[in-house]
């Protein structure tokens, strides 16, 4: 991508139009494939998650054991991310079907669906990458820009990170909860508390379920079921953090500042959607398998649109980016999962004192601290 | 010891089972799993096989449909409500039952017209295929005869407001000598257009008690109050029971000279009101859906256009199913015209559209 990069050079309002232009087509054309694919989905998720835990019951032997552990991590990781997350996004809301729909959908992570709406489909799509504002970005504990001072508690950022990605669905819970804007009076504590309990609530179902009902229904096999269970929402948890980080903090991936959102027209955010967002290459079922977020820059201009239809208009979003001179950043899992990693690493340590080359412009930083 | 007793009573027992059985499946229901292998034992959401389908005229089929668990014996002359997907979409419809509970073994019927441009009544007619799984409603509305049944009634029907009086000839032991006397107006275009038309001429065959007079209006014309009194005498004597299209309805209402209790209508569609004012942007406060809608449609279409959940019932402003608190603006009634509605109304959302910027509470 170029590494001085100036959105005011180009036609911003054309580029909108265009993508207002894919949406629209996108829009007309959903119907019978579309559901057949979400409902076929949804099933063969269900028969894998209960094929998953009836090998786990015979898991004396150890090849069950293996094979129930990985049908179950992947039926986990297909629930919260092809179908939970995007459900939320109201993605199939237009199939007017109230069992697979963003107002009664219900998904197997700690966060509860209503609080996940607030914080993820409006906070962070809405102010996506910028600082301050999208409280995504480094998930406040950590320092993924130069911009974000410097302060000693970053040394053990690669630590606790490695940390976030096994326990990434109780951190996401808690992250929600906003408990560092209570003392400055931005958050009412009672809110907080609300939704504290109602997470703790979703807490204790999923432990009774995963580490005690299933476990005892399996008698002897106590310990492996409880094994396997844990393995897999460790496993899903890593998984998940693995991509969503490559979603938005590759070398490359834009950070604003918030004098960037005034007056900002549809074609300007769109803009900003692009540039920060990286998308990650690879196969159908890999595409599925990371919930379709490694086509995480076509889910990021269109978040409303049904997940299986972005692997179709990204060939055409990016001959859009390259005849608007826009970037668009794309590598494999390796590529941009290592450059997020380097740049955890990286931002632990003080400094840089100005931004290095791909970062992004001073321009677009002008009111930084 | 009766406490006992009472607490291990088979629905406790299941009751019970069903709630430990959600932890285990939380946060579904034990439901989602089970329609894995059959859709019919969900009761959260009714649903109904289709068993057969059966063309009664070129534009009229009857289906055959296995209600799943949670039904409840309707009576004949109730509606229900059916959702279908259609191009991946639900569109829900109500249609008349067209047949007495048990005359179908486990199932019940529905006789669905195709009317022309009609997405839903097409589909039906003529791309359902058996095994297909419809979501239903529960049995609906007060188009039934009282127990016993009243000694004389006339029946009048036309198109396909043959289908809720079908399920109460049905219902009725006809052979009986103590049965009531039975007089059936019905009008269609021409013979062939006659919904069940072999089948009621035959039972009108058999039983003297049933007096069958066909209207074909393409060759006779439509039937007027006049026509009813040459036809049935003793017509406003009678327990009079009426469903057809609209104009029909008024005009024998508006001639009707017997006991208010007597006569009984069913009305099958919505008749909107001449002109249709200006709309405007409508918000659907809970589901933060927005879009623009014109002043004919009803808020109804509009939402379930937007993908918003609307609840729904006879879509034509009769069973209040479909009412929801208006949050701001003013909405139009599609049959008056008249413009109404303050913060806090409960609106029906099928007969009302938008008159300028309007929130709903949905």
Same mark, same amino acid.
């Given at each position: 991508?170029?590494?001085?990069?100036?959105?005011?050079?180009?036609?911003?309002? *054309?580029?909108?139009?265009?993508?207002?232009?894919?949406?629209?087509?996108?829009?007309?054309?959903?119907?019978?494939?579309?559901?057949?694919?979400?409902?076929?989905?949804?099933?063969?998720? %269900?028969?894998?998650?209960?094929?998953?835990?009836?090998?786990?019951?015979?898991?004396?032997?150890?090849?069950?054991?293996? *094979?129930?552990?990985?049908?179950?991590?992947?039926?986990?990781?297909?629930?919260?991310?092809?179908?939970?997350?995007?459900?939320?996004?109201?993605?199939?809301?237009?199939?007017?079907?109230?069992?697979?729909?963003?107002?009664?959908?219900?998904?197997?992570?700690?966060?509860?669906?209503?609080?996940?709406?607030?914080?993820?489909?409006? /906070?962070?799509?809405?102010?996506?990458?910028? !600082?301050?504002?999208?409280?995504?970005?480094?998930?406040?504990?950590?320092?993924?820009?130069?911009?974000?001072?410097?302060?000693?508690?970053?040394?053990?950022?690669?630590?606790?990170?490695?940390?976030?990605?096994?326990?990434?669905?109780?951190?996401?819970?808690?992250?929600?909860?906003?408990?560092?804007?209570?003392?400055?009076?931005?958050?009412?504590?009672?809110?907080?508390?609300?939704?504290?309990?109602?997470?703790?609530?979703?807490?204790?179902?999923?432990?009774?379920?995963?580490?005690?009902?299933?476990? +005892?229904?399996?008698?002897?096999?106590? !310990?492996?079921?409880?094994?396997?269970?844990?393995?897999?929402?460790?496993?899903?948890?890593?998984?998940?953090?693995?991509?969503?980080?490559?979603?938005?903090?590759?070398?490359?991936?834009?950070?604003?500042?918030?004098?960037?959102?005034?007056?900002?027209?549809?074609?300007?955010?769109?803009? %900003?959607?692009?540039?920060?967002?990286?998308?990650?290459?690879?196969?159908?079922?890999?595409?599925?398998?990371?919930?379709?977020?490694?086509?995480?820059?076509?889910?990021?201009?269109?978040?409303?649109?049904?997940?299986?239809?972005?692997?179709?208009?990204?060939?055409?979003?990016?001959?859009?980016?390259?005849?608007?001179?826009?970037?668009?950043?794309?590598?494999? +899992?390796?590529?941009?999962?290592?450059?997020?990693?380097?740049?955890?690493?990286?931002?632990?340590?003080?400094?840089?004192?100005?931004?290095?080359?791909?970062?992004?412009?001073?321009?677009?930083?002008?009111?930084? *601290? | 010891?009766?406490?006992?007793?009472?607490?291990?009573?088979?629905?406790?027992?299941?009751?019970?089972?069903?709630?430990? *059985?959600?932890?285990?499946?939380?946060?579904?229901?034990?439901?989602?799993?089970?329609?894995?292998?059959?859709?019919?034992?969900?009761?959260?959401?009714?649903?109904?096989?289709?068993?057969?389908?059966?063309?009664?005229?070129?534009?009229?089929?009857?289906?055959?449909?296995?209600?799943?668990?949670?039904?409840?014996?309707?009576?004949?002359?109730?509606?229900? %409500?059916?959702?279908?997907?259609?191009?991946?979409?639900?569109?829900?419809?109500?249609?008349?039952?067209?047949?007495?509970?048990?005359?179908?073994?486990?199932?019940?019927?529905?006789?669905?017209?195709?009317?022309?441009?009609?997405?839903?009544?097409?589909?039906?007619? #003529?791309?359902?295929?058996?095994?297909?799984?419809?979501?239903?409603?529960?049995?609906?509305?007060?188009?039934?005869?009282?127990?016993?049944?009243?000694?004389?009634?006339?029946?009048?029907?036309?198109?396909?407001?043959?289908?809720?009086?079908?399920?109460?000839?049905?219902?009725?032991?006809?052979?009986?000598?103590?049965?009531?006397?039975?007089?059936?107006?019905?009008?269609?275009?021409?013979?062939?257009?006659?919904?069940?038309?072999?089948?009621? %001429?035959?039972?009108?065959?058999?039983?003297?008690?049933?007096?069958?007079?066909?209207?074909?209006?393409?060759?006779?014309?439509?039937?007027?109050?006049?026509?009813?009194?040459?036809?049935?005498?003793?017509?406003?004597?009678?327990?009079?029971?009426?469903?057809?299209?609209?104009?029909?309805?008024?005009?024998?209402?508006? #001639?009707?000279?017997?006991?208010?209790?007597?006569?009984?209508?069913?009305?099958?569609?919505?008749?909107?009101?001449?002109?249709?004012?200006?709309?405007?942007?409508?918000?659907?406060?809970?589901?933060?859906?927005?879009?623009?809608?014109?002043?004919?449609?009803?808020?109804?279409?509009?939402?379930?256009?937007?993908?918003?959940?609307?609840?729904?019932?006879?879509?034509?402003?009769?069973?209040?199913?479909?009412?929801?608190?208006?949050?701001?603006?003013?909405?139009?009634? /599609?049959?008056?015209?008249?413009?109404?509605?303050?913060?806090?109304?409960?609106?029906?959302?099928? /007969?009302?559209?938008?008159?300028?910027?309007?929130?709903?509470?949905?």
């Amino acid at each position: 991508m170029p590494a001085t990069f100036h959105p005011a050079s180009i036609d911003t309002e *054309a580029f909108g139009r265009e993508l207002d232009k894919i949406r629209d087509e996108v829009l007309a054309s959903l119907g019978e494939r579309d559901a057949a694919y979400i409902r076929g989905l949804i099933a063969a998720q %269900r028969k894998l998650e209960l094929a998953g835990r009836a090998l786990l019951f015979a898991s004396w032997l150890p090849p069950a054991w293996a *094979a129930g552990t990985a049908a179950l991590t992947v039926a986990k990781i297909l629930e919260n991310m092809e179908i939970g997350h995007n459900v939320l996004h109201g993605q199939w809301d237009w199939m007017r079907d109230p069992k697979i729909h963003s107002t009664t959908w219900e998904w197997d992570l700690a966060s509860p669906a209503d609080q996940w709406k607030h914080s993820h489909n409006f /906070v962070h799509h809405t102010w996506t990458n910028v !600082l301050g504002k999208d409280r995504d970005i480094g998930y406040s504990a950590m320092r993924i820009t130069p911009e974000q001072p410097w302060h000693p508690i970053y040394l053990a950022q690669p630590f606790y990170n490695a940390l976030l990605a096994l326990f990434f669905e109780y951190g996401i819970a808690i992250y929600d909860l906003e408990l560092e804007r209570i003392p400055s009076g931005r958050k009412d504590p009672k809110e907080a508390f609300a939704q504290a309990r109602a997470v703790a609530a979703k807490i204790r179902r999923q432990i009774v379920k995963d580490y005690i009902a299933f476990p +005892l229904l399996a008698g002897p096999a106590f !310990l492996p079921v409880l094994l396997g269970n844990l393995t897999a929402n460790m496993a899903r948890n890593v998984w998940a953090h693995t991509i969503i980080f490559c979603g938005h903090f590759p070398e490359g991936a834009e950070v604003f500042t918030e004098d960037r959102l005034e007056n900002e027209t549809r074609g300007e955010w769109y803009v %900003r959607q692009l540039l920060g967002s990286c998308n990650i290459d690879g196969g159908r079922l890999f595409h599925i398998m990371s919930g379709n977020l490694s086509h995480q820059i076509e889910h990021h201009l269109f978040p409303d649109l049904p997940s299986n239809r972005y692997a179709e208009i990204a060939p055409r979003v990016r001959a859009l980016c390259e005849r608007f001179g826009l970037p668009y950043n794309s590598g494999s +899992l390796a590529r941009q999962a290592g450059s997020v990693w380097r740049r955890v690493l990286r931002m632990a340590l003080p400094g840089p004192g100005r931004p290095p080359a791909a970062e992004p412009p001073a321009r677009t930083l002008k009111t930084a *601290a | 010891m009766i406490l006992t007793r009472a607490s291990t009573s088979p629905a406790t027992v299941l009751r019970r089972l069903s709630a430990a *059985a959600h932890w285990l499946t939380s946060p579904l229901l034990p439901e989602d799993y089970l329609s894995l292998i059959n859709p019919l034992w969900a009761t959260r959401e009714l649903c109904g096989r289709v068993e057969a389908v059966h063309a009664e005229t070129s534009d009229a089929a009857t289906l055959t449909i296995r209600p799943g668990r949670g039904w409840i014996t309707h009576r004949p002359g109730q509606w229900v %409500r059916i959702g279908v997907d259609i191009d991946g979409r639900r569109h829900w419809r109500t249609f008349s039952l067209s047949s007495a509970p048990g005359s179908s073994g486990d199932c019940v019927t529905v006789t669905v017209k195709a009317v022309r441009g009609g997405l839903v009544s097409n589909h039906l007619v #003529r791309h359902t295929v058996v095994g297909t799984v419809l979501r239903l409603g529960r049995p609906e509305g007060a188009f039934v005869l009282p127990e016993p049944p009243p000694p004389r009634l006339l029946f009048v029907t036309a198109g396909s407001g043959i289908t809720p009086v079908m399920a109460m000839l049905d219902g009725l032991r006809l052979d009986d000598v103590d049965g009531p006397d039975i007089v059936l107006v019905h009008s269609a275009p021409t013979p062939d257009d006659v919904i069940f038309g072999r089948r009621l %001429r035959s039972l009108a065959a058999r039983h003297s008690r049933l007096r069958l007079h066909e209207r074909h209006t393409r060759a006779e014309g439509r039937l007027r109050p006049a026509d009813l009194a040459r036809l049935c005498p003793d017509w406003t004597e009678r327990s009079l029971w009426v469903c057809g299209p609209p104009a029909m309805l008024d005009d024998i209402a508006a #001639r009707w000279t017997g006991p208010a209790d007597g006569l009984h209508v069913e009305r099958f569609s919505l008749a909107p009101a001449a002109a249709a004012g200006s709309g405007g942007r409508v918000r659907f406060t809970r589901s933060g859906r927005e879009t623009e809608a014109d002043g004919g449609t009803p808020l109804l279409a509009v939402g379930e256009s937007a993908g918003v959940l609307m609840p729904s019932g006879c879509r034509m402003g009769i069973c209040y199913r479909c009412v929801a608190r208006l949050r701001s603006g003013q909405v139009r009634d /599609v049959r008056t015209g008249q413009v109404h509605g303050e913060t806090g109304d409960m609106i029906q959302t099928c /007969v009302s559209a938008a008159a300028g910027p309007v929130e709903i509470e949905l």
